[in-house]
């Protein structure tokens, strides 16, 4: 069974995260719970049962985009200001876990959240950096869809349907 906890506590074994990505390691290893105490992203791990080893991470903050960055067929939808987004900075999976659907999983919840969070505070996409062009091919699966400016940050606008979490 999957659990996740918020923020990582330190009975989390953060340091053995291999993910395949050594800057995701590190930051989840070193800056995650800094991150959090600063109020800077709120940090997701993924853990099964009442197990302890991180299987997944994911954060989410808040940022805004130039509306330049939108394609013109959606920023010409928009007030001419920045527009108000959230960001998943970071997004990983131990590497013994990849192609299990886990990603996936943590995908679906992170944009439950931010459609959460958006009852209350107006966002109008989700964001995300790929790490890789396979990581890229991944959120495209999902209905992100790259930014004009930034071929590796993609989109998701909130209103969007096509976004399907994990069957079941």
Not at 42 to 51: I, N, P, Q, R, S
Not at 142 to 150: S, V
Request: glycine content about 8%; charged content about 20%; hydrophobic content about 45%.
């Amino acid at each position: 069974m999957i659990h996740r906890k918020n923020p990582p506590c330190k009975r989390h074994d953060r340091a053995a995260f291999p993910c395949g990505l050594r800057e995701l390691d590190r930051y989840l290893a070193r800056q995650a719970g800094q991150d959090v105490r600063r109020r800077i992203a709120w940090v997701f791990v993924c853990t099964a049962g009442d197990a302890y080893a991180v299987l997944g991470v994911d954060t989410l903050s808040a940022l805004s985009i130039d509306l330049a960055s939108l394609p013109a067929k959606i920023s010409s939808t928009l007030p001419r200001h920045p527009v108000p987004c959230a960001l998943i900075g970071r997004l990983a999976v131990d590497s013994a876990m990849h192609g299990r659907g886990l990603g996936r999983m943590l995908l679906a919840d992170a944009v439950k959240r931010t459609m959460a969070a958006g009852e209350t505070v107006a966002m109008h996409a989700l964001i995300v950096h790929s790490a890789s062009n396979d990581a890229k091919r991944f959120h495209e699966r999902l209905g992100f869809a790259p930014l004009t400016d930034e071929p590796m940050r993609l989109f998701l606008p909130l209103g969007h349907a096509a976004f399907q979490g994990p069957k079941g």
